[in-house]
């Protein structure tokens, strides 16, 4: 189901025609420094306190923002698309760059890993995700 079936990328779904579907989709991939022309990570705040949630997404995007350099854009954080899911608030924050080894550098110091609802907000961390949800 959609609002918009008159949208390219859908009339290039149902017909299977994936040669249009790039010539249309990469050249605004490519201006924009999106894979696979630069790297993107989703980093994913999840927990039952919002302001928590909040204020550990906005730690993640301000450490990343003061050591990530002119190659490194950040991006949030936010309330993420479907901002509870299961009772619980999550906030995004999106980081582009150039290269893998520039979004690598930059992740180190947060490993992504799901911590325990007692102990606060857990993070997860999406190196060049296939779905933004």
């Known amino acids: ?35 696979p022309w630069g790297r993107l990570a989703r980093i994913v705040v999840s927990g039952k306190v919002e302001h928590e949630v909040a204020s550990t997404a906005d730690r993640i995007a301000r450490r990343i923002t003061a050591t990530g350099g002119s190659g490194v ?39 992504a890993v799901k911590r325990p609802r007692s102990t606060g907000p857990a993070v997860v961390i999406d190196v060049d995700p296939v779905n933004m949800l």
């Open 73 to 111: 854009r950040v991006l949030g954080p936010s309330p993420a698309v479907l901002e509870r899911i299961a009772g619980e608030s999550r906030y995004t924050v999106l980081v582009k760059a150039a290269t893998p080894g520039t979004i690598g550098r930059m992740l180190k110091p947060f490993p």
């Open 1 to 35: 189901q959609t609002y918009s079936p008159e949208e390219s990328a859908l009339r290039c779904v149902v017909t299977h025609d994936y040669e249009t579907f790039y010539a249309e989709e990469c050249p605004g991939r490519k201006e924009l420094g999106y894979p």
